[in-house]
């Protein structure tokens, strides 16, 4: 089946520090790739997206790019700021037509410190 | 521009005790989604409704049944509420068809089963 292998979090940057948060999929054909962000007590809103293989998604200063030969969609940010912490889940979405039943990552969570 | 809403946002209940979660999106999306949210374990798909009429079990339908009142509403409720049912919910609604289907959240219900 598919599945959606994040790594472990908490990640803890100081502000204006790179941000490098992987995301790695199992999947058949070219799924849809998502990145989707959860600030405390909020439900999950849509950061980023990608549908087919090289295509960059970017938001916010957030960049991610779909590499079908590695399986990643890695979520960059150059400089990341106190308020860009929160909990960031990858996500896929199968290629097959109709409805698409999503897989989520577990979820890697941020803090930026001052 | 409400989106998804869901009510209510906090609940305490016994065990044994049965509710309704409610979940309300305005933007005219055919498929909605029940998930519950743990830690450590993401997002878990508990029913999804494809289309206004129609329900399917997701990973996790065990002690839960839902119904899509109109293409607006659909709801979800614990009949015999139990403690491992502690946990998140989120509401998210979706367009239906195509390869790219970006799900909206709402801010979830924080349920407490004692």
């Known amino acids: 089946g598919n599945s959606v292998t994040q790594m472990e979090g908490p990640v803890t940057l100081s502000e204006e520090a790179f941000l490098t948060i992987n995301c790695t999929y199992t999947?058949?054909?070219?799924?849809?790739l998502f990145w989707y962000v959860q600030y405390p007590g909020e439900g999950l809103q849509l950061l980023l997206k990608?549908?087919?293989?090289?295509d960059k998604g970017s938001n916010k200063g957030f960049e991610a790019t779909y590499r079908k030969e590695t399986t990643s969609f890695h979520l960059e940010k150059g400089s990341v700021q106190v308020s860009d912490s929160a909990v960031y889940f990858c996500?896929?979405?199968?290629?097959?037509?109709?409805?698409?039943?999503?897989?989520f990552g577990t979820g890697t969570k941020l803090q930026v410190i001052p | 521009n409400a989106g998804v809403t869901q009510t209510p946002k906090f609940q305490v209940l016994k065990t044994g005790q049965s509710m309704t979660l409610q979940c309300a999106q305005d933007?005219?999306?055919?498929?909605m989604y029940w998930y519950r949210q743990d830690p450590g374990m993401g997002l878990r798909l508990i029913y999804y409704?494809?289309?206004?009429?129609?329900?399917d079990k997701g990973e996790v339908p065990n002690g839960y049944n839902v119904s899509r009142l109109n293409k607006r509403e659909f709801s979800l409720r614990l009949e015999s509420a139990a403690p491992s049912q502690t946990s998140v919910y989120f509401c998210?609604?979706?367009?239906?068809?195509?390869?790219?289907?970006?799900?909206?959240f709402g801010d979830g219900t924080r349920l407490s089963i004692l």
């Open positions: 998210a609604s979706s367009e239906a068809g195509g390869f790219f289907q970006p799900q909206h």
């Open positions: 999947a058949t054909g070219y799924p849809s």
């Open positions: 990608a549908t087919k293989a090289d």
């Open positions: 996500a896929l979405s199968p290629p097959s037509g109709g409805y698409q039943k999503v897989t």
């Open positions: 933007m005219n999306h055919n498929s």
């Open positions: 409704s494809a289309s206004e009429g129609t329900t």
